[in-house]
């Protein structure tokens, strides 16, 4: 549910596949060698630019896989994109059954299950970040939820979450955030998020 979208020209995109801490630099080798991508190419990190490491690899001639280091959420991720959906659900299917990945029920349960703010925190933004492509509830309320938050970090995180997850349904609550958030860079943070939504053709619920 929600693991593939439409995005351009009739390109297909999967959600994010978020990765455990645990997965090292030679598990994702080894991935790739085990499963034949060819590497297409890639970016190198510049912190000073703000750019991240990135790679794309080739599937077969239809698939892709991208794999991302986002020192802005700190987490690394996989997504699969391309012209024909068996091939992508193959593929999201083989990235998941032989390296660790963040199931939908674990980002949710960590983000239940953390107390404190700064790790409450960062279980928000990886929901966000790993979130599937269509509106789901129990990922809609919870970080909604944490947009209500008192701690002024979860709420930030909230907000980022809905960045990287920009659904119809947060619009309402991201316009209040940027118009009366207690923290000014909270609010200024929603309504830069509001923007950008509405510059990449986001609507209202």
């Not at 890639?42 to 080739?58: C, E, L, P, S």
Request: hydrophobic residues 40%; glycine residues 6%; charged residues 30%.
């Amino acid at each position: 549910m929600g693991e593939v979208a439409v995005a351009q020209e009739g390109i297909l995109v999967s959600r994010r596949l978020v990765l455990k801490d645990s997965v090292t630099p030679d598990d994702i080798e080894r991935l790739v060698e085990t499963l034949h991508w060819q590497l297409a190419g890639y970016v190198k990190k510049d912190a000073d630019r703000g750019v991240d490491f990135a790679a794309t690899w080739q599937i077969d001639e239809a698939v892709e896989a991208h794999f991302t280091e986002d020192s802005y959420a700190d987490e690394r991720y996989f997504v699969v994109s391309g012209a024909e959906l068996g091939r992508i659900e193959e593929a999201l299917n083989n990235v998941q059954t032989k390296i660790l990945i963040w199931s939908l029920d674990e980002l949710i349960l960590e983000v239940d299950g953390n107390i404190y703010p700064a790790s409450k925190g960062k279980a928000v933004l990886r929901l966000g970040l790993g979130a599937p492509l269509k509106t789901v509830d129990s990922v809609k309320d919870r970080i909604l939820g944490a947009s209500k938050n008192p701690e002024t970090r979860v709420r930030r995180r909230a907000v980022q979450a809905m960045a990287y997850t920009p659904w119809p349904e947060y619009w309402e609550r991201l316009a209040e955030m940027a118009e009366g958030d207690p923290d000014e860079t909270v609010a200024r943070e929603a309504a830069f998020v509001m923007q950008a939504l509405s510059e990449s053709g986001g609507e209202r619920s």
